[in-house]
């Protein structure tokens, strides 16, 4: 009887509850998005200051509305074929190669001199960043010759206001050629293979110019240093034309003589008698067909 008159226990559950609601946590969402802006702009910032003229141009292009359907040959998509009636966008990865390391001069169609003064810095800018690739190309194609470390001390490559050069030189007790000849020793033959294969890479034209030193020279017949240096010129062409450069590719072959010492200031200087191939800087002339 006890048991049935004793009154029930109650057990009361109380909820700590949170924070008001305006305590929530919609204010990580927003720090979330504005952690996630600021970096997006520091991305961006990075981006602007790292990428070339070239890559700027080309994304700018990308995005541009009016480049997407300009051509009217191929599926009007980037990098598409060009009809024979129509110019369109040039497909060819060659072509499309020597359009971008020398892009046309008369880009600019507005007639406003200022922004065809910007054009031509662009453009120039494009030229310069090409070139200085074509000048790194050359380096490590040469850094990754067998003979390298006999080699390298017979080769300066650097870049001029013609375009990019390379200059195979003497050294003492160990030339490039035959003395009084225009036969190359098997090593300079090969490297000139080397920088065949890495200019064949460019559109550009070379020009090759043949050095002496300052040393009087007379072979049979009159033969001078006019005459070594120029036959030395040759032999160095018909080098890389054996590794297929093409006639069109070919600027000038010249023989300098001593005229233009590398060291002026020391004519007899064995470095003096070099070999001189650049890359020029000037539009390539591309056959009427393209």
Do not use: C
Not at 151 to 169: F, K
Not at 175 to 187: D, I, K, V
Not at 208 to 230: A, R
Not at 261 to 289: F, G, M, Q, T
Request: hydrophobic share 35%; net charge negative; aromatic share 6%.
């Amino acid at each position: 009887m006890a048991n049935a008159t004793q009154a029930p226990t109650i057990i009361k559950k109380i909820k700590k509850g949170g924070h008001g609601g305006h305590h929530g946590g919609a204010w990580k969402v927003a720090y979330a998005d504005f952690v996630t802006a600021m970096m997006a702009f520091f991305l961006l910032m990075w981006l602007i200051n790292t990428t070339t003229p070239e890559q700027k141009r080309g994304i700018a292009d990308y995005f541009a509305p009016e480049s997407v359907s300009r051509s009217n040959s191929g599926n009007g998509a980037l990098l598409s074929g060009t009809s024979a009636a129509t110019e369109g966008v040039e497909g060819s990865g060659q072509l499309a190669a020597k359009t971008a390391l020398n892009p046309p001069k008369d880009a600019n169609q507005d007639g406003d001199p200022s922004s065809a003064e910007s054009q031509q810095a662009e453009d120039q800018a494009v030229r310069d960043a090409a070139l200085e690739r074509a000048a790194i190309r050359l380096r490590q194609a040469i850094q990754d010759m067998p003979d390298f470390a006999k080699l390298s001390r017979h080769v300066l490559i650097d870049t001029t206001p013609e375009g990019a050069r390379i200059q195979l030189i003497d050294q003492d007790g160990r030339s490039m050629f035959e003395p009084g000849s225009s036969e190359p020793t098997p090593e300079v033959r090969t490297l000139l293979q080397e920088v065949g294969k890495v200019i064949d890479e460019f559109p550009n034209r070379i020009s090759i110019s043949g050095h002496t030193d300052g040393e009087n020279f007379s072979g049979p017949g009159g033969y001078s240093n006019w005459d070594l240096s120029s036959a030395r010129a040759n032999a160095t062409l018909h080098i890389l034309q054996e590794g297929g450069l093409a006639d069109g590719r070919v600027a000038e072959v010249v023989g300098k003589a001593g005229a233009d010492p590398l060291y002026p200031e020391n004519p007899y200087a064995s470095a003096n008698r070099r070999i001189s191939i650049v890359l020029l800087k000037e539009a390539p002339v591309l056959p009427p067909d393209l």
